[in-house]
C-alpha cells in the first residue's frame, strides 16, 4: 500500500510518499517562518493563503521525487486536526479533492498522533507499550501508549506548553520567532547558576505541568536592567535548564508509575538537545531507552502523518465526501488500531531513506 499525506496544521506546508514495503520514498517540506516572523508570531490568515500556493506543489513534487502516479496510491491522508481551522481546511480540502478525482480513499489525520508515530519512520523504532513525551509549540503531554491508538494522557499542561515557553521568553529577550531554536543557540554560551528560575509543579506529586509563571520570572529578571547579550545569554540558559529539568523529572516519574522501559519523545522541542541528553540520563537511570524521530521530523512535517494514516486506511478508516477539519481534538477519542502494536503489524518505514 503507498499512499500520499498532506500536512497544513500551521505554519508548515508538506507532502509525502510512504509505502508500507518500500517506506518513505519522498517527503517535501516549505516553512512559512520567514512570513511570520515580521509579525513575532503566526498569523492564521496569513499561514491559510500560503498552504493555498505551496500545497500543490509540493504534492507535485513529492509525487515526482517518489516516482509515482495517482494510479500507484490506495489512498490520501492528511492532517484533519488539531490547528489552525483555516489552515487545515485548506490541506483538507485538497487531499480530499484529489482522492474524490482519483478514486481513492481519504482518511483524515490528528496532528498528535502523527508526532507520536514519527519515530516508527526510524530503523529502529520503539516497542509498544510505551510513555510518551509529547512536547510542541501547543502541547505538552506524558502519554501511555499501548498500541496505535491507545493512548491515555497521565499529565498535561495546565497553561502554557514547553514550545509556548521557550517562544515567549525567547521574545522577552528581544529573539525572532519562533523563539525555541534561537533562545537554545544563544543558551549556549550563558554562564551556569547566574539565574535561577523556577521549576513549576516538580515539587508536587503528579505528572502535570505548569509553564507560564517562566516568563513573569523572565520579566522580573529583566526589568531594570540592560539587555546586553551576555545577560540575554545566561537568561536563555537558565531558561533552558528549568525547563529540561521540569519535563526530565516528570518523564522519570512517569517511567516509574508505568514500570515501561521505553520512551518516545516527540514535537518541536524533542529536537532541544540539552533536553536530549538530560533524558538520556535518567532513562539510563532506568535501564529504559529513549527513542526519537530524526531531528527534522521532530517538527511539523508531512511522512509522520504519512505513517499515521497508513495504519488508518489499511485498517480500513475512510473519511466520507464532506471536507472536515477540527481546531480541537481530544487525541484520547482516537479509535483503535489493531491490536495491541505487534511490531510486525506495522510498515515499514526505514528501508529506503531519504
Ligand atoms: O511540533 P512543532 O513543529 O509545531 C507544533 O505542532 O506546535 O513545534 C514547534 C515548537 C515551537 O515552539 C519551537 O520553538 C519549538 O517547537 N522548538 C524548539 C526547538 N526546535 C523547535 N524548542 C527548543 N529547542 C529547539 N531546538
Ligand atoms: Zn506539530
Redesign the pocket.
Known amino acids: 500500500m503507498r499512499i500520499l499525506a498532506i500536512e497544513s ?2 505554519d ?1 506546508s508538506a507532502a509525502a510518499v510512504l509505502d508500507e514495503a518500500g517506506g518513505l520514498l519522498a517527503h517535501e517540506l516549505y516553512s512559512q517562518i520567514a512570513l511570520h516572523r515580521a509579525y513575532g508570531g503566526v498569523v492564521p490568515e496569513l499561514a491559510s493563503r500560503d498552504h493555498v500556493r505551496k500545497l500543490l506543489p509540493l504534492v507535485r513534487r513529492a509525487l515526482t521525487a517518489a516516482g509515482s502516479g495517482p494510479e500507484d496510491l490506495a489512498g490520501v491522508a492528511y492532517t484533519a486536526g488539531p490547528g489552525l481551522i483555516g489552515a487545515l481546511l485548506t490541506g483538507a480540502a485538497l487531499a480530499r479533492s484529489l482522492a474524490y478525482a482519483w478514486g481513492l480513499p481519504a482518511v483524515g489525520v490528528h ?1 498528535l498522533e502523527g ?1 507520536l508515530l514519527a519515530p516508527l519512520l526510524e530503523p529502529d523504532p520503539p516497542p509498544f507499550p510505551h510513555v510518551a513525551l509529547l512536547v ?4 505538552t503531554q506524558l502519554i501511555e501508549v499501548s498500541g496505535i491508538g491507545r493512548y491515555r494522557i497521565l499529565g498535561d499542561t495546565r497553561d502554557d506548553a514547553a ?2 515557553a ?2 515567549k521568553t525567547a521574545k522577552l529577550l528581544g529573539l525572532p520567532y ?4 534561537e ?2 543557540r544563544l543558551a549556549a554560551a550563558g554562564t551556569a547558576g547566574a539565574f535561577h528560575f523556577p521549576r513549576p509543579m516538580l515539587d508536587r506529586p503528579g505528572l502535570e505541568f505548569s509553564f507560564s509563571g517562566l516568563k513573569t520570572a523572565v520579566l522580573h529578571a529583566l526589568r531594570g536592567r540592560d539587555l546586553d547579550i551576555r545577560l540575554k545569554a545566561d537568561v536563555a540558559r537558565a531558561v533552558q535548564e528549568a525547563i529540561v529539568e521540569t519535563l526530565t523529572v516528570k518523564a522519570e516519574r512517569a517511567l516509574e508509575q508505568t514500570g515501561l522501559q521505553a520512551l518516545v519523545v516527540s ?3 524533542s ?3 540539552p533536553l536530549r541528553a538530560a533524558l538520556a540520563s535518567a532513562a539510563a537511570r532506568h535501564g529504559a531507552r529513549v527513542y526519537y524521530p530524526r531531528i527534522e521530523f ?3 512535517n508531512a511522512a509522520m502523518i504519512a505513517m499515521a494514516g497508513l495504519h488508518r486506511l489499511r485498517a480500513g478508516e475512510r473519511q466520507g465526501l464532506a471536507i472536515t477539519a477540527r481546531a480541537q481534538w481530544p487525541l484520547e477519542s482516537l479509535a483503535p488500531v489493531g491490536g495491541e502494536g505487534a511490531p510486525g503489524e506495522r510498515p515499514s518505514g526505514s528501508a529506503r531513506r531519504m
Open positions: 496544521s500551521c508548515e496532528h508526532h510542541s509549540g501547543g502541547h514550545g509556548e521557550f517562544d519562533p523563539g525555541g531554536p533562545l537554545s514535537g518541536g522541542v529536537a532541544n538537545l521532530c517538527t511539523d
